[in-house]
């Protein structure tokens, strides 16, 4: 009985502490990922402020955009390689203090051009050796019933982390410029060295840190890493329809969240009657959303359907898109407000659960990453093209007409994710029937 006991209790212990270390684990990832990017998208809530401290223009800043979805785009297929041969968390250490010197670089506000090599420079840090590797990671650390939940995690965890981050920000912002008489330009540099900052200072602590020995998930990694034959697994991969309507889910799905960047700038330059500061307090409070809509969708994707929930978020998040549209016409700024933070939890609930759906592909583990890799080169070229259209738009239609104009597309292209979500569910299905 003794020896009975001795072996559950051994069991048990052994549970509970694989499990303790996947979920530090994905602390560690959704600390870094939550950390890492905010510095990048700026313009989400600091666009007018942004223009005015760089003295540059709209369109200038939809060439600093698209330059550096054009680095994603060349980083994320040799970034899945890599992250199948190479310690995540190494490469996550390494992408977070190349992040945090390039954003000291970016804090002294340099000329256009400069800017040009920063944003390449986010592009590689982030993409090449930090994206492909954080999902990897996550996907390898959750169990079959646990994708939904992990990646949930993972957006709606960073999406807090940026929460906290950004309420800080703007905090500061909002004391410099009003409290203490500086201009725009100086606050924003210092919201910059307040990112720059914490970049630097996980990065040495993540490079700092060992992962425990003979760890669960790194016995997994280590016996899914493998050299294989990239042609072939490119046409492996390139040969499964699902992959591609994945790919055609997040591509139009990241529409919708590229199109939550500009709702800053529309909500000051709208004819609303925002001031900067007040614009940027409700794009914090949108950015709050996150951790509800990315943990939440996990939670009903597992419970009812990773790909159901998906559809669903997609369709409303085009609702709430039509509404900003529209709206605006009649005047009633709380309801555009409402709906700019709706449309946040909308597009938090989608980026929570479109990895999710990966799981639901019939991919080899040990070329995973790879498979990311295919996804985010065509999912992710909004990154490239996106900043172009916003910015010609806006510099040839100024004001409310301009934003109209560019959320009507992002709708089309938003809907057309629901068919592709639709398809691949009959594709599934179809296959269990097989």
Not at 261 to 290: C, D, H, P
Request: with cysteine; hydrophobic share 50%; net charge positive.
């Amino acid at each position: 009985m003794n020896t009975k006991a001795q072996a559950i209790a051994k069991t048990a212990q052994s549970g509970l502490g694989s499990n303790l270390y996947r979920y530090g684990q994905l602390l560690l990832l959704v600390i870094a990922a939550g950390a890492i990017y905010p510095v990048l998208y700026l313009r989400q809530v600091y666009q007018t402020s942004m223009i005015e401290a760089l003295a540059i223009n709209n369109e200038q800043l939809g060439y600093l955009y698209s330059i550096l979805g054009a680095a994603f785009m060349i980083s994320y297929l040799p970034s899945g390689w890599l992250a199948d041969r190479m310690a995540p968390r190494i490469l996550i250490s390494i992408s977070l203090l190349g992040t945090g010197l390039l954003a000291m670089w970016y804090a002294t506000l340099p000329s256009f051009h400069h800017l040009l090599l920063i944003f390449c420079g986010f592009g590689v840090t982030t993409g090449l050796t930090f994206w492909a590797a954080l999902l990897k990671r996550v996907k390898l650390l959750a169990s079959k019933k646990e994708q939904g939940r992990f990646f949930g995690v993972l957006d709606g965890g960073r999406g807090l982390i940026e929460a906290l981050l950004a309420t800080v920000a703007i905090s500061l912002f909002a004391h410099l410029t009003q409290d203490r008489g500086q201009t725009l330009g100086e606050g924003f540099q210092q919201v910059i060295h307040l990112y720059a900052y914490t970049c630097l200072a996980l990065g040495v602590v993540l490079g700092l840190l060992r992962d425990p020995r003979q760890a669960d998930a790194e016995k997994v990694e280590e016996k899914t890493a493998s050299k294989g034959n990239l042609l072939r697994d490119l046409k492996q991969l390139a040969s499964l329809p699902e992959l591609w309507l994945i790919t055609a889910i997040v591509f139009c799905g990241y529409h919708f969240f590229w199109a939550t960047y500009s709702f800053s700038a529309y909500l000051e330059q709208g004819n609303l009657g925002l001031t900067a500061t007040m614009a940027g307090v409700i794009t914090t409070i949108k950015l709050w959303m996150r951790p509800i809509g990315g943990i939440g969708g996990g939670w009903l994707g597992d419970r009812f359907s990773n790909l159901r929930v998906l559809t669903w978020a997609l369709v409303l998040a085009g609702v709430g898109m039509l509404g900003l549209i529209t709206l605006p016409m009649l005047r009633i700024v709380p309801l555009v407000i409402v709906l700019v933070v709706f449309i946040g939890l909308m597009t938090y609930a989608i980026r929570g659960l479109y990895w999710a759906v990966l799981d639901q592909c019939p991919i080899p583990e040990r070329i995973t990453g790879l498979a990311i890799g295919i996804i985010s080169v065509v999912g992710y070229s909004p990154d490239v093209l996106l900043p172009l259209i916003n910015g010609w738009i806006t510099q040839a239609v100024p004001g409310m007409l301009g934003y109209q104009i560019y959320f009507t597309y992002v709708l089309v292209m938003g809907s057309l994710g629901v068919v592709a979500a639709l398809a691949l569910k009959k594709r599934i299905a179809k296959r269990i029937r097989a």
